[in-house]
């Protein structure tokens, strides 16, 4: 089993930044590959950043790339989302995720979630 733990979301205005971490605990976290998925009212939760075990592959939706990072510090167990340049767009609820294979943009594929950070980005 592993626990995931988001923290780092919040309310911020249009074009700020934030950095979202993921704790993990369990399991060694750095046999597993991670990702990043968001959800916002009414819509299906989709996508938005994933990384290999070993931190040295990722992806990202077309949404978010050249605006987020995903990197991990597997010495920490954590994964963070670094989150430029934030658009209204943006707020969702966001959640972290793990998995035993390679990294995924399919949420379908994870077997382990966290319960999930609030990001509100205003106009």
């Known amino acids: 089993q592993v626990q995931l733990v988001e923290s780092g979301g919040g309310l911020v205005q249009a074009g700020v930044s934030l950095r979202l971490s993921c704790a993990a605990s369990?399991?060694?976290?750095?046999?597993?590959?991670a990702g990043w998925f968001r959800q916002a009212p009414g819509k299906e939760r989709e996508f938005v950043a994933t990384?290999?075990?070993?931190?040295?592959?990722?992806d990202y939706a077309d949404s978010v790339k050249g605006r987020f990072t995903i990197s991990r510090d597997n010495a920490k167990n954590t994964v963070y989302l670094q989150m430029n340049s934030l658009k209204p767009e943006d707020t969702a609820v966001y959640y972290c995720?793990?998995?035993?294979?390679?990294?995924?943009?399919?949420?379908?594929?994870?077997?382990?979630w966290g319960q999930g950070t609030q990001v509100t980005v205003s106009s």
């Open positions: 990384i290999t075990w070993a931190g040295g592959n990722t």
């Open positions: 995720a793990a998995r035993r294979g390679g990294f995924s943009g399919s949420a379908s594929l994870y077997d382990y």
């Open positions: 369990g399991r060694t976290f750095s046999y597993y590959s």
